[in-house]
Structures are given as structure tokens and as C-alpha cells.
């Protein structure tokens, strides 16, 4: 049966792919809190050049804000958090018992938003730490390796060895939709993690055009560039049930499709 749902952010990369998923699920997307059983909030201040007083009004006091008024009227409520609350680099695959170690500001922010809402009265809440989310409409480094893949340009990646997970956001917006009738707090991400250069190399596939990486030695290239950020993601699909409905070809494939037509 398909519930009322406001998702706030609804505009965004990963909003717009939640709205048509939540359409396609039978449910009712609703443009104000009013009246909502559900409530996903993913409106967030994500870039870097935000200040800590822009963090602390948008993904702090607003999160906290719009739990309230979930909670107030009996409605569950799903905040999108991130990885990065754990830290920005981890040897072992992460889980939801990690320990909280935010490296930036707006790690912290989420952190910070995840205690407060935790400590509502009666808030029935699910908190959802992807790590990157890439798919159709993907900004920032994902977009930029995307452009310097598909102009052929020699990248220095080519002898690292680490692990990173990924959620593709038809995977994400999916998990989301699983999460609406559930509490506790998940991480997400499409399965299996890829190292950086086996991702360049998928997505030259995807895009038709070989990656050509360089065997520069991992020691001299950026710690964030070459560490590994795996997570291990057994408890939503334990606990919830929950399978990823595409695969990560199938979501590289669909971004690099994106694209090449734009």
C-alpha cells in the first residue's frame, strides 16, 4: 500500500531519482510535511566552500528542525547521512558499528545532525551512510574523472591498490524506498568495492574509451586519491532484505549514457 511521503532536497541529483522511484512504487510525494506518514530528508549542503556557520544552519539545525515536526505528527522519518562520518579512509570495510570519526566540517555536520536526531522523543527514524553516489546528473570528481576518461587524458592511478564502495542512485533511491517502514541506521552501497583503477577502467568501458592510467607510485599522489573507503553493508540486506536492482555495470553504463548525450 503506498504511503504519503515528503522528501525534502526533492530538486537535487539524488531527490529527483527518489521522486520518480517513489512514483513508480505507488506512493504519493507530497510538496509540504503536512499530512506526510513519511518523511525523507535529504536536503544538505554538500560542497566544500560552505562555511561552518552554512553547515550548522542547513544540515544541523534544519535536520533537527524538520525531525521535530516529523515526530509531532507520527510521521517516520529517513535522514541521508553519509560514510564520511566514519572518517575518510578506512583498511577494513566499514560497518554501522565503526567508530564516528568526521575529518571535515561537513562530516561533522552530518554527525552532529544523526545525534540530535537520535535523541527526538518518539521519532521513529532511519539514517542511511552512503558512500559516493554517482549516476545521471553526477557532479564534482565523479563527473570530472568521467571527462578526463572520455578525452583520453593519461591519469596517474594506475598502480593503486585500494578498495572503495560506491552506491549507484538507483541503488540509493531504492534503499531509500526499503527504509520508509524501517528504523536503524545502514550502510548502503552496490556490492563488491573496486579499486580506483578498476572503476576508471569500468567506466572506459562504459564510455567506449579506454582508461589510460599511469603507474605512478600510490606514495606520491594524494592520501584521500589513493586510500581505501570500503563499506560492508550485510545489515540492510540481513535486516531489511534489501538487494541492489542494478548492478554496477548497469549503473556505470546508464551514467556514461548520460554522459555522451548531454
Not at 115 to 134: E, G, T
Not at 205 to 234: F, H, T, Y
Amino acid at each position: 500500500m503506498g504511503m504519503k511521503v515528503h522528501v525534502t532536497g526533492a530538486g537535487g541529483f539524488i531527490g529527483r531519482n527518489l521522486v520518480a522511484a517513489l512514483a513508480r512504487a505507488g506512493h504519493e510525494v507530497l510538496p509540504a510535511l503536512a499530512g506526510a506518514q513519511a518523511v525523507v530528508h535529504l536536503a544538505a549542503i554538500a560542497h566544500r566552500r560552505a562555511s561552518r556557520e552554512e553547515l550548522d544552519a542547513v544540515n544541523v539545525r534544519l535536520a533537527a528542525r524538520v525531525g521535530r515536526e516529523a515526530a509531532a505528527q507520527g510521521a517516520r522519518l529517513v535522514f541521508l547521512s553519509s560514510v564520511k562520518v566514519h572518517g575518510e579512509e578506512s583498511q577494513a570495510p566499514l560497518t554501522e558499528h565503526s567508530r564516528v570519526a568526521p575529518q571535515d566540517a561537513y562530516a561533522e555536520s552530518k554527525a552532529r545532525a544523526e545525534d540530535l536526531l537520535s535523541a527526538i522523543p518518539q521519532l521513529r527514524l532511519a539514517i542511511l551512510r552512503p558512500p559516493l553516489v554517482y549516476g545521471p546528473g553526477v557532479k564534482a570528481n565523479f563527473l570530472a574523472l568521467m571527462r578526463a576518461i572520455a578525452r583520453g587524458w593519461p591519469l596517474p592511478l594506475g598502480a593503486i591498490e585500494n578498495r572503495r564502495s560506491f552506491v549507484y542512485v538507483g541503488n540509493l533511491a531504492d534503499a531509500i524506498l526499503r527504509c520508509l517502514a524501517a528504523e536503524g541506521t545502514y550502510l548502503v552501497s552496490d556490492g563488491e568495492p573496486v579499486s580506483t583503477p578498476g572503476l576508471c577502467r569500468e567506466l572506459g568501458a562504459a564510455l567506449g574509451r579506454p582508461a589510460r592510467l599511469l603507474p605512478i607510485p600510490g606514495a606520491l599522489l594524494p592520501r584521500k586519491l589513493a586510500a581505501s573507503l570500503a563499506v560492508d553493508d550485510r545489515a540492510i540486506r540481513e535486516r531489511l532484505g534489501w538487494l541492489p536492482p542494478h548492478t554496477r555495470e548497469q549503473g556505470l553504463r546508464a551514467t556514461a549514457q548520460w554522459y555522451l548525450a548531454r
